[in-house]
């Protein structure tokens, strides 16, 4: 085996058949970690051949990639979440590196075009955003952290051709409802870590955060999207200390 592509699901049945359909010809075996999804999630992936599906209760988005690592046969591991898709010249690059006698890197990392309701973002912090998502196995691994896991290597890093498109969100209320629980998990993470939240924090952080999408990171040249992704990462940052502020103060998160 050359290539295992790895996903972690939770209710994906709105895109994870178009992904599977993308990546089916390129991967030897796919590999799906699942939290118990209720949607059509399980039919959907168990129609593909080359998926081995697991499920696992979710303990964190650090421990549950890690742990599909764990299960990957492949030398190499492409690991994508659920609404992100490579192009065309992305999967050509992927294809090359793997097929490749001797490449140059062992871990790769690509750009990405965020796709926010709609429209792809150039600005306001959602633009030029490049992330590992190809390696060897065993070159690298994810922080065991509940939410915003980041990749761990101490490779020098290749890029790939081509970007990952990625379908952030399906409409406002699938937004807001993410929104509501990532938020949840980042208070419990910066809660654990040793960090507080007050009053200031939860009114000038946000407003901070509208500042820096929009203005300084030129949101606004992204029209109405633009100016709605700037405001919602602030509520973010809001939702984010008032619930940080709430579990210092009484145990637990909103």
Not at 57 to 75: P, R
Not at 120 to 139: D, Q, S
Not at 233 to 239: E, G, I, K, M, P
């Amino acid at each position: 085996m050359k290539l295992s592509v790895a996903f972690i699901t939770f209710n994906e049945d709105r895109i994870i058949e178009k992904n599977l359909n993308s990546i089916h010809d390129l991967a030897d075996e796919i590999v799906v970690v699942d939290s118990f999804s209720t949607d059509r999630t399980v039919e959907i992936c168990k129609k593909f051949p080359k998926v081995k599906f697991v499920q696992k209760k979710f303990e964190g988005f650090g421990k549950q990639k890690n742990y599909a690592i764990s299960l990957c046969n492949a030398d190499w591991i492409l690991f994508l979440d659920a609404d992100e898709i490579p192009d065309q010249q992305a999967q050509q690059s992927i294809k090359k590196i793997v097929e490749a006698e001797a490449p140059p890197f062992n871990v790769y990392e690509i750009e990405f075009n965020n796709i926010f309701l709609g429209k792809a973002l150039k600005y306001g912090g959602w633009g030029n955003i490049k992330r590992e998502r190809l390696f060897r196995k065993n070159f690298g691994k994810y922080s065991e952290d509940i939410v915003h896991e980041c990749f761990i290597t101490s490779e020098k890093k290749g890029k790939i051709e081509g970007k990952i498109n990625h379908y952030t969100y399906k409409d406002i209320y699938h937004h807001i409802e993410k929104s509501n629980k990532y938020t949840s998990m980042m208070a419990e993470k910066m809660y654990a870590s040793g960090k507080s939240s007050n009053a200031l924090k939860i009114v000038f952080k946000p407003m901070y955060q509208f500042i820096k999408s929009y203005f300084i990171r030129l949101g606004f040249l992204d029209g109405l999207v633009g100016y709605y992704a700037a405001a919602t990462a602030a509520f973010y940052t809001f939702l984010k200390y008032k619930k940080l502020h709430e579990i210092s103060k009484f145990g637990k998160a909103c």
